[in-house]
């Protein structure tokens, strides 16, 4: 059964980082793209970014971009996402999913001073 | 980004009732669709994948259909368990995307 498991939410002031961290097990990590999806509370779910299975390609939505880095560490099979310059408007669930269904249980950022 | 418009926002219908969402995209998808319930406090549950598969441990009465463009969500005889929002995804690149959720009721 293919398993991911976030970590590292928490809350953290306007301007600050934080790195969450998605492990993953019960597939051949390399060979999936993994994508950061996103929920603020009583919204839908927005993209935020995803990284091609070798690491090699990643792209990022627009209110992300230049502040958040996807990558992965496919020895470890563990999936990452540095937040920085983080807003109040980051303040959401973060979940790490696989484009074909697969979820994690996600982890909550809350941006406040 | 192919963009995906769900409808309706939202529904209300009685126990037992047949609920139809619906979900197009914004260019050709083929089936590489799925459909999810999500309850509060809880992750996507996949219902349906490739558009018209029932995921393993589905109930029968949820099921998919379309292709291209167009796509069907159908829960038939509205159970209350199944009050929650659903969402369609496409994942034919790897900018998956989202409908903007449907939140179904019982009247």
């Known amino acids: 059964e293919v398993q991911l498991l976030e970590s590292g939410g928490g809350l953290v002031q306007p301007g600050g980082s934080l790195r969450l961290s998605c492990a993953a097990s019960?597939?051949?990590?390399?060979?999936?793209?993994l994508t950061w999806v996103r929920q603020a509370a009583g919204k839908g779910l927005e993209w935020v970014s995803v990284?091609?299975?070798?690491?090699?390609?990643?792209y990022y939505a627009a209110s992300v971009k230049g502040r958040f880095t996807i990558s992965r560490d496919n020895s470890k099979n563990t999936l990452y996402l540095q937040m920085n310059s983080l807003r109040a408007e980051d303040t959401a669930v973060y979940y790490c999913?696989?484009?074909?269904?697969?979820w994690g249980q996600g982890t909550t950022v809350t941006v406040s001073s | 980004d192919i963009q995906m418009t769900q409808s309706p926002s939202s529904l209300s219908a009685s126990v037992g009732d047949r609920v139809t969402i619906t979900c197009q995209a914004s260019?050709?998808?083929?089936?590489?669709l799925n459909w999810y319930q999500q309850k509060p406090g809880k992750a996507p549950k996949l219902l349906i994948y490739?558009?018209?598969n029932l995921e393993t441990g589905v109930p029968s009465r949820f099921s998919g259909s379309g292709s291209g463009t167009d796509f069907t969500f159908t829960i038939n005889s509205l159970q209350p368990e199944d009050i929650a929002t659903y969402y369609c995804?496409?994942?034919?690149?790897?900018?998956?995307?989202f409908g903007g959720g449907t939140k179904v009721e019982i009247k």
């Open positions: 490739d558009a018209s």
């Open positions: 990284i091609t299975g070798s690491g090699g390609s990643s």
């Open positions: 995804q496409q994942y034919e690149n790897l900018l998956v995307t």
């Open positions: 260019q050709d998808i083929t089936n590489y």
């Open positions: 999913m696989i484009g074909e269904g697969v």
């Open positions: 019960g597939l051949t990590f390399n060979t999936y793209a």
